[in-house]
């Protein structure tokens, strides 16, 4: 796990730590505590992106406006993990379930229209969350989203601003995301990552708060 504390400072080394890396991320607003957690198979593609700003205003999620709303000197940028790229989708989904990011709209990893998951795939993400979203041991126990977050939230879900406004999906399409779905396994290193979640998800909530204190 890497902590970028101040994205506008850190620029440069952000992009040149992570050129042809797989990973998990996680952007944090420091003025509201909200947070987005997404995956890529270039981590580096993504973040330049993220630092380009016509790309943001083309852009309509939540947290593009929120870049540019405050700005990258409010963000801090933290690497969860680097992982196999076959199993990116299934530790997206792991840190959705545990941290329910509220920058993002969509709780299912992988895809913005949903996708199918195989009962194997399925099993392995209850077992790895097992105990870790009941009461005090959910990192939202206690919290609440700020007026701003519910605000831009609310925006992004009206109309034709909703990712699903008129989309349904065709047999076709579906059958395609069920047979990408199926079958899916992990790494050795994911396998090992997942045996020690319990010990992971403590360090992951100490790494955010320090984040958020910065």
Not at 29 to 47: A, E, H, P, W
Not at 180 to 207: D, N, Q
Request: charged share 30%; net charge positive.
């Amino acid at each position: 796990m890497v902590v970028y504390p101040n994205m506008h400072h850190l620029k440069k080394q952000i992009l040149n730590d992570n050129k042809g890396k797989p990973g998990i991320y996680m952007l944090t607003n420091k003025v509201t505590k909200d947070f987005y957690i997404g995956q890529s198979k270039n981590l580096y593609s993504r973040f330049l992106n993220y630092f380009n700003t016509a790309y943001l205003k083309r852009s309509k999620s939540i947290i593009s406006r929120a870049l540019i709303k405050y700005g990258y000197s409010d963000f801090s940028l933290t690497i969860l993990e680097y992982c196999a790229k076959v199993d990116l989708t299934v530790r997206e989904q792991y840190y959705f379930d545990n941290l329910n990011p509220v920058y993002n709209i969509e709780k299912i990893a992988g895809s913005s229209l949903g996708l199918i998951r195989s009962e194997e795939t399925k099993a392995k993400i209850s077992k790895a969350l097992k105990g870790l979203r009941k009461g005090e041991n959910s990192y939202w126990y206690g919290k609440k989203l700020s007026e701003e977050t519910k605000k831009l939230m609310s925006q992004k879900k009206l109309g034709e601003k909703n990712n699903l406004f008129g989309k349904t999906h065709s047999e076709k399409t579906k059958k395609l995301i069920r047979q990408k779905a199926l079958g899916r396994k992990l790494s050795e290193e994911t396998k090992l990552l997942m045996s020690s979640k319990e010990l992971l998800f403590i360090y992951m909530k100490s790494v955010i708060k320090k984040s958020l204190n910065w």
